[in-house]
């Protein structure tokens, strides 16, 4: 399985991006795609998940009402629009897949190499 992360950047408080994950490998069926994020000197956080097959979206409580997770599946591909963004929200942001749904907040079995997300004041 590879998971392959891109779309982070330096933006303005207040401003967007949308990150995206390119999923290979296997057949991601009723998967679990989620993103998390890790903030020097923090604990990795759970940002958002979607199943794969649709019909179940979760995020943090951090971001609700300003990030949304889609998924491609002609693409293969799982996408984080983020709005409104914060300098805490400042972080390294991995895609994450697991075929369990209580894992993928903790310890997703697959995991991107993570894309550099900086919001700045």
């Known amino acids: 399985v590879q998971l392959q992360a891109s779309g982070g950047g330096l933006v303005q408080a207040g401003g967007s991006l949308r990150l995206s994950c390119a999923a290979s490998?296997?057949?991601?069926?009723?998967?679990?795609m989620g993103w998390l994020r890790q903030a020097p000197g923090k604990e990795r956080e759970f940002v958002a998940a979607?199943?794969?097959?649709?019909?179940?979206?979760d995020y943090a409580d951090s971001v609700k009402g300003r990030f949304t997770i889609s998924r491609d599946n002609a693409k293969n591909t799982v996408y984080l629009q983020m709005n409104g963004l914060k300098p805490e929200d400042t972080a390294v942001y991995y895609c994450?897949?697991?075929?369990?749904?209580?894992?993928?907040?903790?310890?997703?079995?697959?995991w991107g190499q993570g894309t550099q997300v900086t919001v700045s004041s």
């Open positions: 979607i199943r794969w097959s649709g019909g179940y979206t």
């Open positions: 490998g296997r057949t991601f069926g009723a998967y679990v």
């Open positions: 994450a897949a697991d075929p369990v749904l209580g894992s993928i907040k903790t310890m997703p079995k697959y």
